[in-house]
């Protein structure tokens, strides 16, 4: 009776165990359907990306001829024009340096401006807070006559730093929203500890906080750093001549030079990939500041 008993109960197990082994395997293998649908959406993305990077190493005859052919042969003229143009690089000295002050106002803002709204208890703090998650529901283009008319008034116009702030006004409401969440999950605890040791509040924000803070201030640097770079709105009402970034470069080459297909998908691919290799390169440190600031 006993071993009539015990093998369904050892054929019940063994079901279950089978049935977790593939509960598992599905899980690390993944559904068939999920890697098409992801496929999918890889080749609309890169697929204009790959296009435009191939079709810079073609004549323009062929490109007429046969738009969707491959180089043959595969030459390096307009790629090499691209790199000679000293347009080019006048464009992209304005967008790094246009890109690094965004970034870097919004970082040191975002980073003073969420610190009191994640560590210091005061009445209308989540009030100040709503705010800025108001902010991420206007974007630019809503007040970009009046945002016109105040930095011509300023004196800013044609200069990067009227480019610059208003890029960084309009990524701080993210960035606080980003960097609460990190600076709430340190323990008081080290706070307390640090007090005890002699430190002042902004002793404890540059030495502790600040390193602890790490992973969120990296997300919101990319993600300011890459806006800044494929901003179009603001230099294009902002800037002029010499001044301009390198999205607007791509349109005036573009323009000038509608009948050398080649060379303006070289010129595009040559604008683009920088961003792009910078996200790509950070898409880690982008994606795991982002995971803490969901748990936290």
């Not at 024009?81 to 000295?93: D, E, H, L």
């Not at 007090?195 to 803070?213: K, M």
């Not at 890459?226 to 800037?239: D, E, H, I, K, R």
Request: contains cysteine; glycine residues 10%; proline residues 6%.
């Amino acid at each position: 009776m006993s071993t009539a008993l015990a093998a369904p109960k050892g054929a019940a197990a063994a079901a279950a165990q089978k049935s977790r082994r593939r509960s598992t395997n599905a899980m690390r293998g993944g559904s068939p359907l999920i890697y098409f649908i992801a496929l999918i959406v890889i080749a609309l993305s890169l697929g204009p990306v790959l296009y435009g990077v191939i079709s810079g190493f073609r004549k323009n005859g062929d490109l007429i001829l046969n738009p969707s052919g491959m180089p043959n042969p595969w030459i390096l003229d307009n790629y090499i024009g691209v790199f000679k143009n000293p347009q080019f690089w006048t464009y992209t000295g304005n967008s790094v340096a246009i890109a690094v002050i965004t970034t870097s106002l919004v970082v040191v803002c975002g980073v003073m401006a969420a610190y009191p709204l994640a560590r210091y208890q005061f009445r209308g703090r989540e009030g100040l807070f709503t705010v800025f998650v108001a902010g991420l529901l206007f974007p630019a283009t809503v007040g970009v006559i009046p945002l016109f008319i105040l930095i011509r008034d300023l004196g800013l116009s044609n200069t990067w730093w009227g480019i610059a702030l208003p890029q960084a006004a309009y990524a701080l409401p993210l960035t606080v929203v980003i960097l609460r969440p990190f600076l709430q999950a340190i323990p008081n605890e080290l706070e307390e500890a640090a007090q005890l040791d002699g430190a002042s509040r902004l002793g404890f924000f540059w030495r502790v906080l600040l390193p602890l803070s790490g992973p969120g201030l990296i997300t919101t640097g990319v993600l300011a750093f890459v806006g800044s770079w494929n901003a179009y709105m603001l230099p294009l009402l902002l800037l002029q001549s010499d001044n301009k970034t390198l999205p607007l470069g791509v349109a005036d080459y573009s323009a000038e030079h509608s009948t050398d297909i080649a060379g303006v998908f070289a010129f595009t691919s040559v604008a683009m990939i920088p961003a792009l290799i910078f996200f790509l390169a950070m898409q880690k440190r982008i994606v795991s500041g982002l995971q803490g600031a969901v748990k936290g």
